[in-house]
């Protein structure tokens, strides 16, 4: 990963009190969610079972929970490293750490689909399935707790944002708000789609089946994807066709929304 989660964590702190000099008002929210920790987990722990927390189901339980998640799968921090990270790095709206972790909830809702994946891996099904209503009522995100996700993402908005029980994404994959990676009907087993390392795809994006989408490709925004999509290649349309090369080897680190079509022969 090659980031030290101690040194990132003391860089967020560092950033909540220099915010606390600029804007006072804000000053016991951000003592109450960062500078009064010191270490990363215990914190999102709180935050996230504070946003997701009801009368019916208190904080008190799910901070127990995340935090047990996170003491018996250090990974899940390391995840929750990377994913800030990426967001930093590809979202020019997101400009300090400390504000993607309170603020961002593309951020938080990948966090929390993270100890529901974790609590379906073990077989706790019935509350993997409450946090799973939870996070799509608090985010408008919708991922299925079977569902696979790597490290490094970016659900950059999220909002509308479905994913399917069967679906797998790789490491360092970039997905905007709308993007659906869902079924064609009723199929049972492996039907929804795999999407490999290093891809991005567009707003509204439709991508449905049991398909792949090769490494390094784009998705136009509002495309509907019914088929394959060969590695390191753009698709575009309803239904999408390709439209020729992504520019870059990575279109999920760089963002660039372009669509380029081949010139046109004479």
């Not at 946003?51 to 929970?65: D, I, R, T, Y």
């Not at 077989?123 to 799509?136: D, E, P, T, V």
């Not at 993402?153 to 709308?178: P, Q, R, W």
């Not at 998705?219 to 520019?247: K, Q, W």
């Amino acid at each position: 990963m090659g980031i030290d989660i101690s040194n990132l964590w003391s860089a967020i702190v560092g950033e909540a009190r220099r915010e606390c000099e600029r804007e006072p008002e804000i000053r016991m929210f951000l003592e109450q969610h960062i500078i009064r920790y010191d270490e990363f987990a215990p914190a999102l722990a709180m935050l996230l079972s504070v946003k997701l927390g009801s009368k019916h189901f208190p904080p008190q339980v799910l901070q127990e929970l995340f935090e047990n998640f996170y003491r018996m799968s250090p990974e899940a921090i390391e995840f929750a490293v990377c994913d800030m990270v990426a967001t930093q790095q590809r979202d020019p709206a997101a400009v300090n750490f400390f504000e993607i972790m309170l603020f961002l909830k593309g951020y938080q809702a990948l966090q929390s689909y993270r100890l529901a994946h974790w609590l379906w891996s073990n077989g706790r099904h019935s509350l993997a399935y409450f946090l799973q209503n939870r996070i799509s009522e608090i985010f408008a995100v919708d991922i299925h707790p079977a569902a696979v996700i790597g490290k490094g993402i970016l659900l950059d908005h999220a909002t509308g944002l479905v994913i399917g029980e069967t679906a797998v994404v790789d490491d360092d994959v970039s997905l905007l708000h709308e993007v659906t990676l869902g079924g064609t009907g009723k199929e049972i087993g492996d039907r929804h789609p795999k999407v490999k390392r290093s891809v991005m795809i567009g707003a509204g994006a439709k991508i449905l089946g049991n398909i792949v989408i090769g490494e390094g490709a784009k998705v136009g925004a509002g495309s509907v994807v019914l088929d394959d999509v060969p590695a390191h290649y753009t698709v575009a349309g309803v239904p999408a066709h390709i439209v020729g090369r992504t520019e870059t080897p990575a279109p999920a680190l760089d963002m660039n929304q372009r669509l380029v079509f081949p010139e046109k022969r004479k």
